[in-house]
């Protein structure tokens, strides 16, 4: 839920161009095995325990996330790379 919102937000102010609409975009992806998180207050305190390395709230939660659902992320963020959670790069 945190990328679509993100996504949503970028596209809104022009900062990310999609071929389709974020919903249709989402609907494809659910379509084809993808499944949504959602944000879950667990998730939200968890942000206390992580350093100080990325400012980026969404990218802090989606770290969050991952570190406590146990999930690998997806990025070519540098600053993440400080964070010890699984990766790919």
Same mark, same amino acid.
């Given at each position: 839920?945190? $990328? #679509?919102?993100?996504?949503?937000?970028?596209?809104?102010?022009?900062?990310?161009?999609? $071929?389709?609409? #974020?919903?249709?975009? =989402?609907? +494809?992806? !659910?379509? !084809?095995? =993808?499944?949504?998180? *959602?944000?879950? !207050? /667990?998730?939200?305190?968890?942000? $206390?325990?992580? *350093?100080? /390395?990325?400012?980026? *709230?969404?990218? +802090?939660?989606?770290?969050?996330?991952?570190?406590?659902?146990? =999930?690998?992320? !997806?990025?070519?963020?540098?600053?993440? +790379?400080?964070? $010890?959670?699984?990766? =790919?790069?």
């Amino acid at each position: 839920m945190v $990328s #679509v919102w993100e996504i949503q937000i970028k596209t809104g102010l022009g900062k990310l161009a999609l $071929s389709q609409p #974020v919903e249709a975009a =989402l609907n +494809r992806a !659910v379509d !084809v095995g =993808l499944q949504i998180l *959602p944000a879950e !207050v /667990h998730h939200i305190f968890g942000l $206390s325990e992580l *350093p100080g /390395h990325h400012t980026d *709230p969404f990218d +802090r939660l989606l770290i969050a996330q991952a570190l406590f659902e146990g =999930l690998t992320l !997806v990025t070519r963020d540098a600053k993440i +790379r400080q964070y $010890s959670v699984p990766q =790919l790069w």
